[in-house]
């Protein structure tokens, strides 16, 4: 599908704590952080003299540069087209920029997978999402303290929440939005199945990457 006038998003959303960047594309390639609640952060005032600010912001930079630079204004209009949007924010809220408790890793990630159906029940122009549950590298004693027990059943909760969650919503085409999405869990690389380390634990198996995909 075509990205539309209506679309103020970006195509491609980071959800959390997740290290993504536009590599050798294009600054309008790099990903739209929401924070793992689906809080856009600091525009708060989007609608107290935005316009206001956003032209002297750009009288600020014309009168700086004599060549202005095109990165650093198609961020700006990007900036300037999601935080006047009162559709975005309805569906997302924002933040004042103080800082929040936030809950553990586990927690923060399902919190997460339920923006993610919001990103996409919302229809802004976002097709691609990214969220991260981390703290998989373990090389010892896997079966004495509680982390890979509770990464996993914080994975199983967050997958079972966005194939449920996504198979209640309507999609665009008379179906579900699960049947519109395609959902892909991988590793960067896998661990050991045989025998545990001297620690009591897996090493690294690069030779095979065990993903996950429904939708």
């Known amino acids: 599908e075509q990205r539309n006038p209506a679309h103020t998003l970006p195509s491609f959303v980071l959800v959390g704590d997740t290290p993504a960047e536009n590599g050798f594309l294009p600054i309008q390639n790099a990903p739209f952080k929401l ?7 600091n525009i708060n005032h989007y609608w107290n ?38 559709n975005v924010h309805n569906f997302f809220g924002a933040s004042n920029g103080e800082e929040e408790e936030s809950p553990n890793a586990e927690g923060a990630f399902i919190t997460a ?5 919001k990103v996409l029940e919302a229809n802004l122009g976002t097709r691609v999402l990214q969220l991260q549950l981390g703290g998989w590298d373990h090389h010892s004693n896997i079966y ?5 027990f509770g990464l996993s059943r914080s994975l199983d909760q967050g997958l079972a929440l966005l194939i449920n969650e996504l198979e209640s919503k309507p999609g665009l085409n008379g179906g579900t939005l699960l049947d519109e999405t395609l959902i892909v869990a ?7 199945v045989a025998n545990l380390n001297s620690d009591n634990g897996p090493d690294h198996h690069h030779y095979v990457l065990p993903p996950f995909f429904t939708g």
């Open 35 to 41: 924070e793992e609640n689906g809080a856009i952060r």
């Open 186 to 192: 991988a590793g960067e690389f896998g661990r050991t």
């Open 144 to 148: 004495q303290d509680d982390s890979l």
């Open 49 to 86: 003299g935005g316009e206001n600010r956003f032209s002297l912001l750009s009288s600020l930079r014309k009168a700086a540069y004599a060549d202005p630079r095109d990165d650093y204004q198609t961020q700006q209009l990007d900036a300037r087209r999601i935080m006047l949007d009162p």
């Open 113 to 117: 997978c339920r923006s993610a159906v």
